[in-house]
Structures are given as C-alpha cells and as structure tokens.
C-alpha cells in the first residue's frame, strides 16, 4: 500500500505481463477482434492504433472483463484471468468519456473502488488526498465532476482507476476531448505516472504522434486483426503491410513490377520510368507487379537524370516551418510529395528529375490487381 | 396582437421570439383556465354551502364532514392504499426496468410493446379481467388449488389485497416509462467502471444506478399514487361495497345522495391530501436527487 507514494527517486515496482492469445470476439456474426496475440512486458506502454471500428475498444473490454470472448485467453503474470468477473481482475480502466460517477464529489469518485474493497476510516481519505494531490487536483476534492474541465475531469478518472493499484492499466483515447497544449500536457502527466507505478498500460489512440510519442510499442490493428506489433521507429521505417505503410505517417506509393530477381536483390521497373535496385522481400518472383513506398523525406529532386531517377511534372511547392514540401505527378499519374529543407536560396535551375535518396528506406509491397496503386 | 409585432421591430428578433412563443401557449392557457381552474374555483364555492339545495351558504358541510371519524378513516385508507400500491409498483416494477436496460434492443421493443399495452385498453376492461382472475373460481384460486397449496379458494375480490394486486398491473406503466427514460440516459460505462473498481453487482446497484435513477423512480411514485388513489372504477368495483375510499364517497354524495357541498368537501379533501402526499413525496425525490439537476 505504501509502495505507491509517489516520490520521483523510488525504484518503480515491478509490473506484470500481460499476454492476449490469440483473442476472438464476436457480436452475433459480425468479428470484432480476429484471433488477436500480444505479449506485453512488465511496466510497457504499448498503444493500440487503427482506424475506427477496427475492435481496439472491444479489446480492452475483454481484458477488463466487460464482455466474454469466443475464443482466445487473456493472461496476466502468465495465469488465465477469463474466469475471473470484472470486479475481480484488478485492472484499472479510464474510458474515454471518463465515466465518472456524476452524483459523487471528486474526493468520492477516488475513494470509491478503495470503499468496495472494504476499506473504511483515515486511510482511505489519505490515500484519496495522496491520489488527487499526484494528478494536482487537491483543491478541487469537494466538487462535482461536471463543475470539472475536460482536463481536469480526465485527471480524476486517472486518479480514481490508480487509487485501487490496479496491475494492468487500460486506457481508452483518454485524450481524445482535450485540446493540443492540454494533450501534450496529460500525455507527459500520464508517462510520468506509468514509469513512477512500473504499471503495464495499453492505450487506444487514433492519433499515430500520440502513439509514436508515448508508447513503447504500438500494435497496429485493422478489421479485428494485429497488423503489426513492433517499436514506434519499426513500424515507421519497415511497416509489415502495406496497410500499417499507409496509416504510420505520410507516404509516396509508386506502382511498378519485378523485372528480375539475383539473389537478394531485386531489380523494379517503375511505372514512373525508372529501375532500381532494391533488396527483394521474401517470396517475390520476377514478373509480379509491386508496390514501392518511400516517405517524403526519403526523396530527392534534382535538374539533370540519372538512371536510377525518373520524370516529374512539378507542381506547388510549400514552405512549412523549416521545410519545404514539393508536389509532384510522375508521367504515370502518381502523385509524390518531396520533403526537403529549406535552403537559404532557392534554386533557379527547374528540377524536373526525382530519386531516392541515398539513406532512403523504401518498403515493397505485392500489389493484388495493377490499377490498385492508391 | 399589432402591438406586439410592432415591439418586436422596435426591440429586434429575440424579443419578438419570445412574444411569439408566449402568444402560443395562450390557447392552453385559456382551456387551462376554462376547464381546470374555474371548475376548482366552482367546487370550492359549493362546500361553502350548508344545504343540499346549495341555498344558504355556511361552514356546515365542512363541519359535518370532519365531524365524523369514519371520514378520517376513509381519508386514511386512500392514501394508505396509494402508498400500497407504489410500494407493489416500486418492488415489481425496478428491477422490471433493470430488466430492460439488459435485454437486446428488438427484446426492449417487445417489452415496451407489453408495459405499454395496458394502456391502449379501457380501465373498466382491465378492471373486470382482473375480477375474472381474482373470482372464487379465478386463475389463481384454481391454479393454488390444483397445486394443492390452498385446501378452500382465497377471498381477493373485495378484499384491500386484491385491489392492490390489480392496482399494481393496471399502475404499471406509469412506474416503468419514466424510470425507463431516465434508466437509458445513464452512461452504460458507469458500472463497468463500477465493476472495474472492485465493486460488486450489488454495490454498483445501491451506490450508482439507484441514486442515479431516482428521478425516474420518483417521478414514477407520484404518478402511480395521484393515479391509484383516485382510481374510482376500480377501487370500487374490484374492491366492492366493503372498501370506502374516497373516489366513492364524492360519487354517493354527488350521483345518490345528491349534497353536492358534502360532495366538494370530500374532493378537496381528496385533491389537498394526495397533494400533500405528492409534495412530500417530490420534496424527497429532488433532495435526493438534487445532484444531478442542481
Ligand atoms: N455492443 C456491440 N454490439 C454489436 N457490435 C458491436 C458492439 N460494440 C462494438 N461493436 C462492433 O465491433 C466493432 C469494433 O468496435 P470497437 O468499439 O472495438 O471499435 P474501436 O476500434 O474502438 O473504434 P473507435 O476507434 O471508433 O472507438 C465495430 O464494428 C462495432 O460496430
Ligand atoms: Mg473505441
């Protein structure tokens, strides 16, 4: 109980595994979550990110205990929690629109998972004082969740899921309703806590900078499924599909095909008028049509051609901060954009020519039909 | 009518908005007035007369009406039996509603469909099937005595059981709405939260969803005991001769003795004391629940 004061300088308590195998749930005959499996490390952040509907709520709520699964297990310290009822599985949940209890005061909403618990006298109120002094809401104990911010009301929730010292830590967009400054505030906040507790924590996020800046690692879902389960800078830089290349940051898609395979390398003739040479993906055979992806900032324009660059047509080129962003449309229609910085004098020369950089990590996809480019 | 209009150019846009939607509520107002305030204001006048010939005006009928005990006694009985009867309303009716909240939307529907259809049918129809159920030969004493639980048939026609039996079925739908409308605008989350927290199904009913919910419940009493305790047809027809509720003491002085100021003090009896009840009751209810509007 009183390993929880938060003093910066204590070791962090050790967390728990927390392991989902290969998790279905299913609403009558519509999947939810697909055979889904993640292991997660004692005291990891790891963020759920995917487009709406794609199950990460449904998720959560199976490991919280909300709704049954048809198939799969939920672990925690490697022992099966499923048979366990919501109110026993000790895992704390934030929801995305706090849930908190509107009829009691911010003190009561803190102390009421210690209360179910049995606990009664001083040692509930100091621990409710110790919880709402670490997310800076002491003075605030007296009122009612709706005389709260957005930020402020978040900051109770936080404080009333981590009062009971949950071991899995659950978090549904929980700063989804707040504006930039305050987000970025909350985001930090929330890092602060988790580190200071050691505790294993999921969020759900759409925003892929949030999931980037705070997680440890982010499981990408689509359509009840993982896509990808790796470290922010992995799934930036060597995205499994092509679905996790589209939704992690912006990227270039250029349609082309396989003209020969030696060894590991592989020889792409770009739609655009190019070939490169580029280390072949497992499994490609010569004659399949792929798909190239290349962030922006991994290519370069330039007045004179080579034989590893192609055509452009330029198009607007737009300053944004220390950047400056080109577009452009190869002479098989796809459309790029350049990332560059921004240099003290323009350049007069038209730079007609594009290719990748030298340090430029592209990824190939197999591309199902020739059309389905973008 | 001109003149407002004319206000309203003088006084821009809102102003003339609000004269327009207080110029609707007019008509309302007026059949208000017409058909509930002057009447009242009709009833008060008549208890104020000493003869059945409403001649001589006078404090008699008041006299006459609180001088006997029995009338005591009767006023008692109704609102014991609206009290009754909220309490069956309450204990069937709640976790009815929780029911509800569980079921699957196409579920809710059907359930709806049956709360509400008593309604859609007459109150003496509803009342006689009651009798056909209730009877010495009824559903309930032939299905006790098939089981063997009753050797002789249980007397509920006339008997104060009986009518709160019925009361309770007939009543329901004004229990179940508006719990119902309250108990689907709680935030679904608030007892996984709950659950999550550690607290028990139990718990989570006592300290989230009841006190949340007492709008609705409340609102639901006051309904149920204005309707039960002035619930003449079947006061009198399920409960008979031998129960003397109110409702029938104002029909036999008005409709079989004919002392029409003996029959206004009895109403205003009847009207002041579920009132009061009411009051008391909506005083509770916005304590309680003072919270959530406050
Ligand atoms: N109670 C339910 N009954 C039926 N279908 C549901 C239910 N809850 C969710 N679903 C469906 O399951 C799928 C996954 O929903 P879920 O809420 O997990 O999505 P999500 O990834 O959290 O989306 P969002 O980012 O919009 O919150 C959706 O297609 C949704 O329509
Ligand atoms: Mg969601």
Known sequence: ?374 | MTSAVVTAEIYGERRSLRLAEWQLALPLALAFAALFLAPLLLLVATSFFNDDKITEPGFASWAKFFGDPFNYKVIADTLLLGLKTVCATVIVGYPLALVYMDLSPRLQKVLLFIIIMPMLLSVVVRTFAWIVVLGREGVVNQALLGLGVISEPLRLLQTELGLVISLTQIEMPLMLLPLISVMSRLDPNLRDASAALGASRWRTLFTVIVPLSAPGLVAGCLLVFASSTTAFISQTVIGGVRLIYLPLVIWQQSLVVYHWPLAAVASLSLVVSVLTVIAALSYLGRRSSRHLQG
């Open chain 1, 1 to 374: 109980m009183q390993a929880l004061a938060p003093t910066p300088q204590q070791v962090a308590p050790a967390g728990r595994t927390l392991d989902v195998d290969n998790l279905t749930v299913r609403y009558g005959a519509a999947v939810a979550v697909d055979g889904v499996a993640l292991g997660i490390e004692p005291g990891e952040v790891v963020a759920l990110l995917g487009p709406s509907g794609c199950g990460k709520t449904t998720l959560l709520r199976v490991i919280a205990g909300f709704v049954r699964q048809a198939g799969g297990r939920v672990l925690v310290d490697g022992t099966a929690i499923d048979h366990l009822p919501a109110n026993q599985r000790n895992v704390g949940i934030v929801f995305q629109n706090y849930a908190l209890f509107p009829h009691m005061t911010v003190a009561e909403n803190v102390a009421y998972g210690l209360r179910a618990r049995g606990q009664r006298g001083p040692s509930v109120d100091q621990r409710v004082e110790r919880m709402l002094e670490m997310v800076q809401l002491g003075a605030f104990r007296a009122r009612l969740p709706r005389q709260l911010s957005g930020g402020q009301q978040q900051r109770v929730a936080l404080a009333r899921a981590l009062a009971v010292e949950p071991s899995i830590l659950l978090l549904d967009e929980p700063f989804a309703a707040l504006d930039r400054n305050l987000r970025l505030d909350m985001q930090i906040e929330v890092k602060r806590l988790q580190r200071q507790l050691g505790l294993t924590t999921i969020l759900v996020t759409h925003d892929q900078d949030e999931a980037m800046s705070v997680a440890d690692r982010i499981a990408v879902m689509n359509r009840g499924k993982v896509e990808q389960f790796d470290t922010p800078v992995a799934i930036y830089d060597r995205p499994k599909t092509l679905f996790v290349n589209g939704f992690i940051g912006t990227t270039n898609l250029l349609p082309g095909k396989i003209a020969a395979v030696v060894g590991d390398t592989a020889m792409v003739e770009l739609g655009a008028g190019a070939t490169l040479r580029l280390p072949a993906p497992q499994g490609i055979a010569a004659g399949s049509p792929v798909v190239l992806s290349v962030r922006p900032e991994q290519l370069v324009l330039s007045p004179i051609a080579t034989t590893d660059s192609w055509a452009i047509e330029p198009g607007l080129s737009l300053p944004l901060g220390s950047q400056l962003i080109h577009e452009a449309r190869t002479v098989d229609g796809a459309a790029l954009k350049i990332v560059e910085p921004r240099r003290h004098t323009p350049t007069e020369v038209p730079r007609r020519f594009c290719a990748l950089a030298t340090d430029a990590r592209p990824s190939l996809f197999p591309r199902s039909t020739p059309t389905a480019t973008e």
